[in-house]
Nanobody
Framework: VRLMESGGGSVQSGGSLRLSCAAD????????MGWFRRSPGKEHEGVAS???????NYADSAKGRFTISQDNAKNTLYLQKNSLKPEDTAMYYC??????????????????????WGQGTQVTVSS
């Protein structure tokens, strides 16, 4: 499966953006999808994940501000980001785990757990 992110851009602090990730190809019924980000000089950070049953996980930095969702009919993953802060500036990547089983709750923020990655979309938040 190939993943392609879109929706990044520049926004002022307090603004909103919605990222999308279109999956081109077969998605296993037991998949898990996630959003990661990487800021300059920092490691990849797991932002949120959602499994095929709609169960979600969020990083503490995302709770209350970001919402992950998916449209299985369109094979598309979303990340609605509200109340953006300058520290949210990063390259955002979507990732897919083909057969997640019961591992999502434990491994969702582990980038090595995922099988496929998109190319990323840049988000810049100015103060």
């Amino acid at each position: 499966v190939r993943l392609m992110e879109s929706g990044g851009g520049s926004v002022q602090s307090g603004g909103s953006l919605r990222l999308s990730c279109a999956a081109d190809g077969y998605m296993h019924p037991s998949h898990c999808m996630g959003w990661f980000r990487r800021s300059p000089g920092k490691e990849h950070e797991g932002v949120a994940s959602i499994d095929n049953n709609g169960n979600t996980n969020y990083a503490d930095s995302a709770k209350g501000r970001f919402t992950i969702s998916q449209d299985n009919a369109k094979n598309t993953l979303y990340l609605q980001k509200n109340s953006l802060k300058p520290e949210d500036t990063a390259m955002y990547y979507c990732a897919a785990k083909a057969v997640a089983g019961y591992g999502a709750a434990t491994f969702w923020a582990d980038r090595g757990w995922y099988n496929r990655w998109g190319q990323g979309t840049q988000v810049t938040v100015s103060s």
